[in-house]
């Protein structure tokens, strides 16, 4: 099982540290549109996450002579989302503070005047604008942050690729 989670877990995080530095070359300047960015993001998680059935499948045909619990299916793609999530996390620390260290506050400001425009009290954009531009002042919760945004992807994913490989699995075995 280890050999292959290491092997699908580099190549998710290959996937996740690619798709960190391509959307900081493509879109540098933080006044980013932003759906572009997410449209990036999450594609590259569903992508590097939905190895794990993939993952799932090798280790049943390779490993486990033709035969895969949900369970033992479930354990390889959370570890698989454990790993890219922390690659995910190390890249954007990386790329956080050697290279757009403000990038919370310029990212604040969008959001403050997106509120603005909306009509939204002032005391609630300050609030907003302070919370939001202090994510990078503190690292355990820039780290915190970070993997709430990638990790549950995973988590989501894992027991559908679970589910679906340990199905197939039985029907096989059954067939």
Do not use: C
């Amino acid at each position: 099982m280890k050999k292959t989670i290491l092997r699908y877990s580099a190549i998710s995080s290959g996937i996740l540290g690619f798709q960190i530095l391509l959307t900081f070359i493509l879109l540098k300047d933080v006044k980013m549109n932003m759906a572009v960015g997410m449209a990036i993001g999450f594609t590259s998680m569903i992508l590097a996450f939905g190895l794990s059935y993939f993952a799932i499948l090798h280790f049943r045909d390779h490993y486990n002579n033709g035969t895969v619990s949900f369970l033992q299916g479930l354990k390889i793609a959370l570890a698989i989302a454990a790993i890219g999530s922390t690659a995910y996390v190390l890249s954007w620390l990386v790329i956080y503070y050697n290279f757009i260290p403000d990038f919370y506050e310029k990212y604040a400001a969008i959001q403050a005047e997106q509120m603005r425009k909306a009509g939204q009290p002032e005391a609630a954009i300050k609030k907003t604008y302070d919370t939001m531009a202090g994510y990078g002042k503190n690292p355990l919760a820039l780290i915190g942050i970070t993997y709430m945004e990638v990790f549950w992807v995973g988590l989501i994913i894992s027991p559908i690729a679970a589910g679906i490989a340990s199905y197939k699995s039985k029907r096989s075995a059954t067939a």
